[in-house]
């Protein structure tokens, strides 16, 4: 029974792994915690403690991490909850800006591509700063769409930079 519930985590962990589109597969996943509890049935593990997964380009932090994977053992939705909940994904080639976010949830959703940050969300890469109560990030194709409350109240703030050349000149 240990031996599968050992296996069964190590399936969850190795599932994990194709957090963030552009962080390739096979990068190991570790992942930090006070605590963890696997329900295999379920296809849930649930790692909770100053949280810190870490798989690639990708890093996230928070006080919960649950991570749900089907029969098969792929990754179907991971969550991570804080107050707040932060992930950094490096930048893909020297030079380029690392993408930042804060949020009270981060849920990533591997079909789709999809980050989705809720609570007080904040999406930074470099100067470029997008504020909001909702935010969705298209990892694949690095689109961004930000929204308020969904009763009303609240506005999406964008800050957007104009890029620089070489003399330090806006282009």
């Not at 707040?84 to 949020?103: F, K, L, M, N, Y």
């Not at 904040?122 to 935010?135: K, M």
Request: hydrophobic share 40%.
């Amino acid at each position: 029974m240990a031996r599968r519930a050992s296996a069964a985590l190590l399936l969850a962990l190795a599932a994990a792994g194709s957090l963030g589109a552009a962080t390739p597969p096979r990068e190991p996943v570790r992942v930090e915690a006070d605590r963890a509890e696997l329900d295999e049935r379920r296809g849930v593990a649930v790692y909770t403690g100053a949280v810190r997964l870490r798989q690639g380009r990708l890093e996230a932090r928070g006080e919960r991490l649950t991570v749900h994977t089907d029969a098969e053992g792929r990754l179907t939705r991971a969550v991570v909850t804080g107050d707040p909940a932060t992930c950094r994904r490096a930048p893909a080639s020297p030079g380029g800006h690392p993408v930042e976010c804060r949020a009270r949830r981060l849920e990533y959703l591997p079909q789709r591509e999809a980050l989705v940050l809720t609570g007080a969300a904040v999406l930074r890469q470099g100067p470029n700063v997008f504020r909001s109560e909702h935010i969705a990030y298209d990892l694949a194709r690095e689109v961004v769409r930000a929204e308020p409350k969904a009763h009303g109240g609240g506005r999406v703030r964008v800050t957007i930079e104009p890029r620089r050349g070489e003399d330090g000149e806006a282009r």
